[in-house]
T-cell receptor, first 115, second 111 residues
Framework: GESVGLHLPTLSVQEGDNSIINCAYS??????FIWYKQESGKGPQFIID?????DKRQGQRVTVLLNKTVKHLSLQIAATQPGDSAVYFC??????????????FGKGTKLSVIP | EAQVTQNPRYLITVTGKKLTVTCSQN?????MSWYRQDPGLGLRQIYY???????DKGDVPEGYKVSRKEKRNFPLILESPSPNQTSLYFC??????????FGPGTRLTVL
């Protein structure tokens, strides 16, 4: 598979337990945040997003929490399954003027689920 | 099927030989972007485009060019590739205010 998992923080979780993956973002002016999942050999896949006017958003088995005070984002996965094993990235969006914006990605966390 | 496609998926080339990696999306997205992914450095944006004929530099644009002549296509051009451009490249697209959809990636090796 691809080597994107090298040198990354790793979280090992027992199957069925809940997982929490954390991310610190850099710019207090960022208005939109996204979590992506990347499996070996594939491109990043959208999981869930949250806008800066929200603190929490829930999806199917996933919850994203946003703490703007400390510029922190977390992804909670309920009842973690082997198929959840992947590298997880957070991304923040910042407008750069004239209707243009940039996405900046975190370095990622590797989640390993122990059967 | 809604998707972002990239070609080629794998490429080995030599220093200085011009190459183009194509990217196409069928979702009528305005926004398209190129990233490179390297171990320990995560995803870094090379160039992005808000719409046809509008392109902007990302965080690591040196050594790359792009064009956006049509809405669906956003090719990445390496005029004179060098070994430090060996990387995994991803193209992505989105509507202006929503999440990006990524292509499957292009593994480039420059010898």
């Amino acid at each position: 598979g691809e080597s994107v998992g090298l040198h990354l923080p790793t979280l090992s979780v027992q199957e069925g337990d809940n997982s929490i993956i954390n991310c610190a973002y850099s710019n207090s002016a960022s208005d939109y945040f996204i979590w992506y999942k990347q499996e070996s050999g594939k491109g990043p896949q959208f999981i869930i997003d949250i806008r800066s006017n929200m603190d929490k958003r829930q999806g199917q088995r996933v919850t994203v929490l946003l703490n703007k005070t400390v510029k922190h984002l977390s992804l909670q996965i309920a009842a973690t399954q082997p198929g959840d094993s992947a590298v997880y990235f957070c991304a923040e969006r910042l407008y750069s003027g004239a209707g243009s914006y940039q996405l900046t990605f975190g370095k990622g966390t590797k989640l390993s689920v122990i059967p | 099927e809604a998707q972002v496609t990239q070609n080629p998926r794998y490429l080995i080339t030599v220093t200085g030989k011009k190459l183009t990696v194509t990217c196409s999306q069928n979702m009528n997205h305005e926004y398209m972007s190129w990233y490179r992914q390297d171990p320990g450095l995560g995803l870094r944006q090379i160039y992005y485009s808000m719409n046809v004929e509008v392109t902007d530099k990302g965080d690591v644009p040196e050594g790359y060019k792009v064009s956006r002549k049509e809405k669906r296509n956003f090719p990445l051009i390496l005029e004179s590739p060098s070994p430090n451009q060996t990387s995994l490249y991803f193209c992505a697209s989105s509507s202006l205010y929503n999440e990006q959809f990524f292509g499957p990636g292009t593994r480039l090796t420059v010898l």
